[in-house]
């Protein structure tokens, strides 16, 4: 019984996985550029398992994958992928950079909304405090200096 059940993961992963090639060839566009849409054949969103896979690969996840499936999931460019945490930080530092470009100062007032909703002037003083303590990552510190922003 437990067989059938792994088989039937392995066959359902692979059929992701064939539908996942089949959009990016379709449409020629790579792993970080599917839109929230995309679904596979049985209406499951695309963008939706490739992040899950993204986590099953950096091993954040429930799903166990086989070195076959991490191997065939390089090839198409998962490991490109940002996680899902660097991804947010970068859609909350591009709403900065757009006040920042609109308003020419970053004195924020609290009204202000991120495209998720967080307040930009709460997320924008917990990288500066992160930054005051040393635990703001280095790729972050240097997006801010890239941008004189620091």
Not at 54 to 60: E, P
Request: some cysteine.
């Amino acid at each position: 019984m437990n067989n059938d059940k792994t088989g039937q993961n392995i066959k359902l992963w692979h059929n992701n996985y064939d539908d996942l090639c089949a959009y990016l060839s379709e449409k020629n566009c790579g792993i970080c550029d599917i839109p929230d849409n995309a679904v596979n054949r049985n209406g499951k969103s695309l963008k939706l398992w490739v992040y899950e896979m993204k986590k099953a690969c950096d091993g954040k996840s429930k799903y166990k994958l086989t070195d076959e499936q991490i191997g065939l999931l390089k090839d198409i460019g998962i490991d490109k992928l940002l996680s899902v945490t660097e991804t947010v930080w970068y859609a909350h530092f591009n709403d900065l950079l757009s006040f920042y470009n609109e308003n020419h100062h970053l004195n924020i007032p609290r009204s202000v909304l991120c495209s998720d909703g967080t307040k930009l002037l709460l997320w924008t003083r917990q990288q500066r405090g992160k930054y005051q303590k040393h635990t703001l990552s280095e790729c972050h510190v240097n997006e801010f200096r890239k941008h004189d922003l620091m």
